[in-house]
């Protein structure tokens, strides 16, 4: 993660995709080379929809503890989410690294999570979190706009 970083640029860069009809992957490659910083956009089902990273999920046997992680990561979420404000991201630490994870909301509807992670050895200051949290929030709007946009509609059946 950049030690220094405008969050007007991440404004800048997501509503310039609203604007000119650009996609979700174009989106979250452009946020996550100025942030500096990898980030996962998953479905409600745990599918990642667009990484930062292509190689992500070329693993099959990563891909699994991948998926793992990020439903762990995403139930940790909806929980903290519950007892405080919706549209905050939530600041997950463990051994691996951190996690700026948010709600993507479609009509009301939680319809996926945005994820971004900074490997631990990369931790930002605590002035830089806040920031951190930020970009995520602004990521989760805009994809949340994008996804409206296009009808994007994801329906899973869980127990």
């Not at 990561?73 to 903290?80: D, G, Q, R, T, V």
């Not at 319809?111 to 631990?120: A, K």
């Amino acid at each position: 993660m950049k030690d220094k970083f405008d969050i007007n640029v991440c404004y800048k860069k997501a509503f310039e995709m609203l604007g000119n009809e650009g996609s979700i992957e174009k989106m979250v490659c452009d946020i996550a080379e100025y942030v500096g910083t990898g980030i996962i956009v998953v479905d409600i089902g745990g599918k990642i929809l667009s990484a930062s990273d292509e190689n992500l999920d070329m693993e099959p046997s990563a891909c699994k503890k991948r998926s793992e992680m990020l439903l762990r990561l995403a139930a940790y979420c909806i929980e903290e989410q519950r007892e405080g404000i919706l549209g905050n991201s939530t600041i997950i630490e463990e051994e691996e690294g951190i996690w700026a994870i948010n709600r993507i909301m479609v009509k009301g509807n939680t319809e996926g999570f945005g994820i971004m992670e900074i490997p631990y050895n990369k931790r930002p200051q605590h002035t830089l979190e806040q920031l951190f949290c930020q970009a995520n929030d602004i990521l989760c709007q805009a994809l949340g706009l994008l996804m409206e946009r296009y009808g994007h509609r994801l329906y899973y059946h869980s127990s």
